[in-house]
């Protein structure tokens, strides 16, 4: 049974930092796609980022810059280094899989190509 649990968020003043990480079980597939999404109130689900075969990170426009992705494949565990926080990135953090292929440069932009969801992890940020 696949599992994704996401851990780390929490609330922060604008400026700080935090760190999440997903942690995924349950398949063996050697060729997979993890990615990082979050979705604020009232908003769609946005795609934040994901890192291809050859350790190529991506980001949406709105993170670029401030968050930093990292994968572990040995322990298949993604995490998401969030800095110079903003009101603006208050939503619930989630981790996505896509089993069976490797991300590409813009994978993270596809929700709907993702089958496995963890649970989620709030992140707030206050002004």
């Known amino acids: 049974q696949v599992q994704l649990m996401e851990s780390g968020g929490g609330s922060v003043q604008a400026g700080g930092s935090l760190r999440l990480s997903c942690v995924a079980s349950g398949f063996t597939d050697s060729r997979y796609c993890m990615a990082w999404f979050r979705q604020a109130p009232g908003k769609e689900r946005e795609g934040i980022a994901s890192m291809t075969s050859t350790d190529s990170a991506n980001y949406a426009d709105s993170v670029k810059g401030r968050f930093t992705i990292s994968q572990d494949n040995s322990n298949k565990i993604l995490t998401l280094q969030m800095n110079s926080l903003k009101p603006e990135d208050t939503a619930m953090y989630y981790c996505?899989?896509?089993?069976?292929?490797?991300?590409?440069?813009?994978?993270?932009?596809?929700?709907?190509?993702?089958?496995?969801w963890g649970q989620g992890t709030q992140v707030t940020v206050s002004s």
């Open positions: 996505a899989l896509r089993r069976g292929i490797y991300c590409t440069y813009d994978t993270y932009r596809w929700a709907a190509l993702f089958g496995y």
